[in-house]
């Protein structure tokens, strides 16, 4: 075997509250294109960070082209020859081309630019590509693989040899992806390495060379495509016992269907009008259920909740509630028939970080603690905050504490206590452990588990397949905004979900 | 677990010492102020000159109590000095028994002459209604507050050159005027009277009812405050027709107290006022804040002013230390937001 362009050794990163990796690793030989797999949050964004100088790790050593280096900023990473491409794409919308794949090295006299020279360069380096794009063209006005090639001839035009492509085909449609493995197989031909982040297994068997997979931080295999099989890959990346500490759901009975969601469409995104964020998404959840929603990042579950909730409008599709159709264009439509939701961002979309942990709790059932219409009754507000503080067990030093200054844990059950302030039918949970440490996430399962014996249908978005698993009575997969299967939880497994939110409808 | 225990026990410490300063820094700071300035003069400290003092703040603590309702949820009124000179010329025509009477000389015994409420009644209604074609600009038309009110402080000065075609109008009713220049116990000055009743009142609101709470909870996290279930465009509408309220009720007094109105009144108000409540601790990015602080503020403002000018110093190097002080509190904010949000 060649010596390896890229050695990462016993890379280890810890932030408040989370080892995010410990004894990860990686080798990328000359010349291959390497998939990079793992779970959400088994450390595959962290250990990109470090390589490209985003992050610096607290132990470890990164060999690169036969030296030891440290990578001290991105820049740093980028001098070397070490250029990431991320799924949210840096370039300036408004510039272009040849702007942006110069921006910050633009050729010329002193303070000067040389647009003919930075428009000939642009061309060489597009053509390289085998591309036909304009330098003068305005990177808004392209499409996004468009904008993702101007990405890479950035990476080019830096003289890279190494580039690394965080989910490059997640937003790309089909004939478009056949396109960047042919241009990324002639990068590979002409002497670069290519590390590819992605979920889609079927993409690393048709592309890549070698692969190395990560878990819960750790490295825990790598290999030759060639010898491996999808069960084989799959098997590695979840590989886990589920944890003893997860309590698992006991039996329970169901009653009625509360929420019906039937034939939800949405289309459009921020970077494409054609794309479906949504497209016929049904799901049916009962009294005293947890139906969790398993699907990788943007297989559109968050998207799914907010237009249940009334907080992004959808285009066509029915809501009903206990067999009603109601009509929901606003969360105040939504929490007057009795769903709630408890957002996947903790801070940017629940917490009022400057308000005490009293007026937070209460901010969704003002109606049930005013009097004479408008003045909120501070003892009934005082008493609702001490009974959710015993059932939900919140750690506290008083009411009147700021909510910043709580654990994140405790955080999210005074977010959870909001809402059963309220008595909801329906409680939608997004990401309910996201940020929250071991023994936090057991209470806030144990909490659901409450719920949904109290009659409320829950349910419940995670993108951590052993929690899904935990809580859930049945999982919806969801993969590029379709429901793509529905299965009992007595039924399922890591390997199974993951197939199931993988692999294409007609693969699976 | 250990980890929710630290947090739980060391972080309230350190939030409380940033939330003490950003509470009480400016009374702390306008009792050192009053103190230096009473050794220095002690002229400073008579009742007659408090009290002027305090009539002197008047309009602008009116204008700084409307101002505290949109700061909170993250806004700015520069429109608010445009407003007062269109408010008041409008009463001021009222008072004087209509357009075609605003011109005539005298307290309008000859002319035809209405009473001080309809002139009130007159210049809050034109507060409310610029106060909501402004907030329904910055809500329902997405334009953002700074820009809209820029436009209306253009606007309502152009309106009010327009009406007052040239000249002041001047001389009203002796009702109207005491409501301006009037003592009650032969010491406190009305406007006083009338800034410190809906100081109060404000307090009543935003502290104690759900109205304040979704000011608060709107400014402090729109996105947030929409999930909750709040009428988050409602909540910012309002806020600007508070400030219109606020804005037409000022321009009243400050007629009644110079006994005219001029289509260049209130010129520059909009600068002293954003001071005194940013510097009475409420912060600019929006749910923190409270009407105590703005009153400290107006009032902090207030003596820094009578003080340097008992002291004889220049308005030049007046409006200098005023500029340095708002500049150090938004500083002081900014800091503070710092530590919440790392917190």
């Known amino acids: 075997m060649a010596e390896p362009l890229l050695r990462m050794t016993l890379i280890g990163k810890r932030f408040p509250g989370v080892q995010a990796l410990d004894d990860a690793g990686l080798e990328v030989l000359p010349g291959e294109i390497h998939a990079l797999l793992g779970e959400n949050g088994a450390g595959k964004s962290t250990l990109i960070k470090i390589l490209s100088g985003a992050q610096q790790p607290d132990t470890g050593t990164i060999e690169f082209g036969g030296q030891m280096v440290t990578m001290a900023s991105p820049h740093d990473a980028q001098r070397r020859g070490i250029v990431t491409i991320y799924q949210e794409f840096t370039l300036a919308p408004n510039m272009t081309i040849a702007e942006n794949v110069f921006i910050g090295r633009e050729p010329g006299p002193g303070v000067f630019v040389n647009w003919r020279k930075m428009a000939a360069e642009t061309r060489a380096i597009t053509a390289r590509l085998g591309l036909e794009l304009r330098p003068m063209s305005i990177v808004r006005e392209l499409r996004v693989a468009e904008q993702q090639m101007v990405e890479i001839a950035r990476a080019l035009s830096m003289k890279s040899r190494l580039i690394v492509m965080d989910e490059p085909t997640s937003a790309l449609s089909s004939s478009e992806v056949e396109k960047l493995f042919r241009i990324v197989r002639d990068l590979k031909a002409q002497g670069l390495s290519i590390i590819f982040v992605t979920h889609r297994l079927e993409e690393v068997m048709q592309v890549c060379d070698r692969y190395t997979v990560l878990r819960d931080g750790r490295l825990v295999g790598s290999g030759s495509i060639a010898d491996a099989t999808i069960d084989g890959i799959i098997r590695l990346i979840v590989g886990r016992q589920v944890s003893a500490l997860f309590a698992h759901r006991e039996e329970t009975d169901v009653g009625d269907v509360v929420l019906k969601v039937d034939g939800l469409f949405r289309r459009g995104n921020a970077q494409d009008q054609n794309a479906s964020v949504l497209a016929d998404v049904s799901l049916e959840v009962r009294r005293g259920e947890i139906v969790g929603i398993a699907g990788l990042v943007g297989a559109g579950r968050t998207e799914m909740a907010r237009a249940v909730f009334g907080a992004d409008p959808f285009d066509s599709g029915r809501v009903l509630i206990e067999g009603r159709e109601v009509h929901i264009r606003s969360p105040q439509d939504a929490i007057r028939h009795g769903i709630g939701l408890v957002p996947e961002d903790r801070k940017q979309q629940a917490l009022f970080l400057a308000l005490a942990v009293r007026t937070n709790l209460s901010m969704a059932s003002h109606m049930k603690i005013l009097h004479w219409g408008m003045f909120i009754d501070e003892e009934a507000e005082r008493a609702m905050v001490e009974e959710y503080r015993k059932k939900l067990n919140i750690r506290m030093a008083s009411p009147e504490q700021l909510i910043a200054s709580l654990s994140g844990g405790n955080q999210q059950k005074v977010t959870l206590a909001r809402w059963l302030a309220l008595g909801p039918k329906v409680l939608i949970v997004d990401e309910p452990t996201r940020g929250i440490d071991i023994g936090a996430k057991v209470e806030v399962h144990n909490l659901l588990f409450e719920l949904a014996r109290s009659g409320i249908a829950v349910i419940a978005i995670s993108s951590e397949l052993h929690e899904v698993l935990a809580i859930s009575d049945r999982i919806v997969t969801m993969r590029e905004g379709r429901v793509t299967g529905e299965i009992k939880r007595e039924d399922a497994n890591e390997e199974i979900l993951m197939s199931m939110m993988t692999l294409s409808a007609k693969a699976a | ?343």
Not at chain 2, 9 to 16: C, F, H, L, V, Y
Not at chain 2, 148 to 160: D, H, I
Not at chain 2, 225 to 254: D, E, H, K, P, Q
């Open chain 2, 1 to 343: 677990m250990t980890q929710d225990l630290h947090s739980d026990i060391q972080a309230p410490a350190k939030i409380d010492i940033i939330g003490f300063l950003a509470r009480f820094a400016p009374l702390i700071f306008l009792i050192v102020l009053m103190t230096g300035f009473a050794l220095d003069e002690p002229r400073f400290l008579t009742p007659l000159n408090l009290f002027n003092v305090l009539r002197q703040v008047s309009i602008y603590g009116l204008l700084a109590v409307g101002m505290t309702f949109v700061i909170l949820t993250a806004g700015i009124d520069l429109s608010i000095g445009s407003l007062v000179a269109f408010a008041g010329l409008v009463a001021a025509a009222v008072s004087k028994g209509g357009l075609s009477n605003r011109f005539t000389v005298g307290a309008g015994q000859e002319a035809a002459s209405h009473g001080w409420y309809l002139a009130a009644f007159a210049a809050i209604a034109v507060g409310l209604a610029g106060g909501f074609l402004q907030g329904f600009a910055i809500t329902r038309l997405k334009v953002p507050p700074f820009v809209v009110t820029l436009g209306g402080m253009s606007a309502f000065r152009g309106g009010a050159l327009l009406f007052a075609a040239g000249g002041p109008i001047s001389g009203f009713e002796p009702g109207f005027v005491w409501m301006g220049q009037g003592r009650i116990f032969g010491q406190v000055p009305v406007p006083v009277i009338i800034f410190l009743a809906f100081a109060v009142l404000a307090h009543v609101v935003l502290r104690y009812t759900r109205y304040g709470r979704q000011v608060y909870a709107v400014g402090g996290n729109p996105e947030a405050a929409r999930l909750s279930g709040l009428n988050v465009r409602a909540v910012t509408t309002s806020v600007y027709v508070i400030m219109g309220f606020f804005a037409g009720l000022g321009a009243f007094v400050l007629a009644a107290r110079l006994n005219s109105a001029e289509a260049v009144a209130g010129t520059g108000y909009e600068l002293t006022v954003i001071a005194s409540v940013v510097i009475g601790g409420t912060s600019l990015f929006g749910g923190v804040g409270t009407i105590f602080g703005t009153v400290i503020g107006t009032i902090l403002i207030g003596v820094l002013l009578n003080g340097l000018v008992l002291m004889n110093v220049s308005a030049y190097i007046q409006q200098i230390i005023i500029g340095i002080i708002i500049v150090l509190a938004v500083a002081f904010d900014t800091f503070a937001k710092s530590r919440r949000r790392t917190s």
